[in-house]
């Protein structure tokens, strides 16, 4: 199957700090790109879809101006935490959606952010 | 609005039978029906995933159906393993938008 990797696999920051977590689609185009969090014991919050080469759009109640994302090719999307603080610590996972339907949808291993 | 029902939050079986897993949506009618394997602290593996007028799809020991009139997907694991234990969950896109909609998951644990 298709892989997505996600690195950072794991960061600890100090509050007030910006976090800069990079995803790769490594054996496919994606023109949609997904950024996720998951609390312990949640299922995943999508946070923002973004697609290549233009602007992402945020989920309801996802600040854009404190998650950054930026998908500058069909391979490469980042988000920036910034100004972290430690109730932004969680699990980030990003995904990748490839351009033929039926556009089966992969998750990268993940990002553990501590903020302290 | 729409929404993604897995019933089970947790279902613990014994080694060597089949685990059977429900999902169940409404208020839309998805094209396909996509099934992930997560185990803690990593992220969600794709499994399966099941058009709307596919009956069944199988690979190796996993068997995903997708019934339009109960509204309902079944994931099946026959001759399960402890190595099978982890969370399952159901997802899918419908009527047009853009993302994933999840189920909660399934915590499948199973016994030797």
């Known amino acids: 199957g298709a892989v997505v990797s996600q690195h950072p696999s794991w960061v600890i920051c100090k509050s007030g700090t910006s976090v800069k977590i990079e995803c790769r689609s490594l054996?496919?185009?994606?023109?949609?790109m997904f950024w996720y969090r998951q609390f312990p014991k949640q299922s995943l919050m999508l946070m923002a879809t973004?697609?290549?080469?233009?602007?992402?759009?945020?989920e309801q109640g996802v600040e854009k101006d404190k998650f950054l994302i930026n998908h500058a090719s069909l391979t490469l999307s980042t988000l920036t935490v910034t100004s972290a603080h430690p109730e932004d610590s969680s699990f980030y996972i990003c995904?990748?959606?490839?351009?033929?339907?039926?556009?089966?949808?992969?998750f990268g291993p993940g990002t553990r952010l501590t903020v302290t | 609005s729409q929404k993604i029902e897995q019933n089970s939050e947790a279902l613990n079986i014994q080694e060597g039978k089949t685990a059977t897993l429900t999902c169940n949506y409404t208020?839309?009618?998805?094209?396909?029906l996509q099934w992930y394997r997560q185990d803690p602290g990593r992220g969600p593996v794709f499994l399966l995933l099941?058009?709307?007028?596919?009956k069944e799809k199988r690979k190796e020991r996993l068997k995903v159906t997708f019934d339009t009139t109960l509204k309902q997907s079944l994931f099946h694991i026959t001759a399960s393993q402890p190595a099978d234990s982890a969370t399952y969950l159901c997802?899918?896109?419908?009527?047009?938008?853009?993302?994933?909609?999840f189920g909660a998951g399934t915590r499948l644990a199973v016994h030797p």
């Open positions: 099941i058009r709307e007028n596919e």
């Open positions: 997802a899918s896109r419908g009527g047009g938008y853009n993302k994933l909609i």
């Open positions: 973004s697609n290549e080469g233009s602007k992402a759009t945020y």
């Open positions: 208020n839309y009618s998805p094209a396909y």
């Open positions: 995904s990748a959606r490839g351009l033929v339907e039926p556009m089966e949808q992969y």
């Open positions: 054996d496919f185009q994606a023109t949609t």
